[in-house]
Nanobody, 126 residues
Framework: QVQLVESGGGLVQAGGSLRLSCAAS????????MGWFRQAPGEEREFVAG????????GYADSVKGRFTISRDNAKNTMYLQMNSLKPEDTAVYYC???????????????????WGQGTQVTVSS
């Protein structure tokens, strides 16, 4: 099993920044990719950003390109999401996820991920 612990959510004004962290423990040697998903009230869960663990290649949803940056620290088994120029439409619960199965499939599909964090609330006021 893999355990994921998230931190860094909070309340910010539009245009502000937050940095989310996700620390993984357990069978982390099996990690293929990690990603961030978010879900707003009344909306479906959507992909935000992902990172391939072997080489750090990132992927982003079109809605956050140029504003969010994903990174990872292999030694610490930790993933980060730097969120800049936040907008009210970024308001959601953000979830950290880990995918163990080796695959070249895109990182955008939530059902491909095996482990999930508890979620952290991000609220952006206008």
């Amino acid at each position: 099993q893999v355990q994921l612990v998230e931190s860094g959510g909070g309340l910010v004004q539009a245009g502000g920044s937050l940095r989310l962290s996700c620390a993984a423990s357990g069978r982390t040697f099996r990690t293929n990719a990690m990603g961030w998903f978010r879900q707003a009230p009344g909306e479906e869960r959507e992909f935000v950003a992902g990172i391939r663990w072997s080489d750090g290649d990132p992927g982003y949803a079109d809605s956050v390109k140029g504003r969010f940056t994903i990174s990872r620290d292999n030694a610490k088994n930790t993933m980060y999401l730097q969120m800049n120029s936040l907008k009210p439409e970024d308001t959601a619960v953000y979830y950290c996820a880990s995918r163990a199965l080796w695959t070249i499939a895109p990182m955008t599909r939530w059902n491909d991920y095996d482990y999930w964090g508890q979620g952290t609330q991000v609220t952006v006021s206008s």
